[in-house]
């Protein structure tokens, strides 16, 4: 059985004192790095000190095409990697947006920390519902509940696959959260405190 998880993240260019936001940390690897499957245990064992963050993984193209995840869905992932200018290598991270610098690990306890108790002018809910077999239809609304500035925002949703048990030719054998496809990825506007905008994802 196959779980799923939908990844929501709305950016925006100016940010007041609301809501928590939840730190995002995206993920970028590949099955037939070495590099990878040597810094990815670190990695995942900083992660499990911090449950309440949203973890995804990308599978870019490059540089290795071959990998299953990658092919499963090339050009979202890569688009994914270009939006952040790091196509071309692996493994790298993202979190809250920021591209973090190479390190071992991966990501340090004080990179999350800092990023902590962040707030947002914006409330996000997520509703799915199936409609029959693996037809599921999501409901997110997005609400502002504070700030006085017309914001230009970007709201991307992507699906995940919560876990994978794969023999991976770099030697990994368990993969999370990966990240299978784009729902949407547009821009939107919400100028009034207490306006939603709502979106229907299939």
Do not use: W
Not at 42 to 47: L, Q, S
């Amino acid at each position: 059985k196959n779980y799923i998880t939908l990844l929501v993240l709305l950016f925006s260019l100016t940010s007041f004192a609301q809501v928590e936001k939840t730190v995002i940390v995206e993920h970028f690897t590949n099955t037939k790095c070495s590099v990878c499957a040597s810094k990815n245990p670190a990695f995942y064992e900083v992660m499990d000190d911090y449950p309440q963050l949203l973890h995804i993984a990308y599978h870019p193209s490059s540089p290795y095409s071959t990998c299953i995840f990658s092919q499963h869905n090339p050009q979202e992932n890569d688009d994914r990697a270009y939006y952040y200018n790091l196509y071309g290598g692996t493994p790298k991270l993202v979190i809250q947006g920021e591209n973090l610098p190479i390190q071992t690990p991966l990501i340090k306890s004080e990179d999350i920390e800092s990023q902590l108790g962040m707030t947002s002018d914006y409330r996000l809910s997520l509703t799915t519902t199936q409609i029959s077999g693996n037809n599921y239809k999501a409901v997110l609304e997005i609400e502002r509940v504070s700030g006085n500035t017309s914001d230009d925002l970007l709201a991307y949703v992507g699906l995940a696959e919560n876990q994978i048990n794969y023999e991976a030719p770099n030697g990994e054998d368990v993969h999370y959260d990966v990240f299978r496809k784009m729902l949407t990825n547009e821009s939107i506007l919400i100028s009034n405190i207490g306006e939603t905008k709502t979106l229907e994802l299939n």
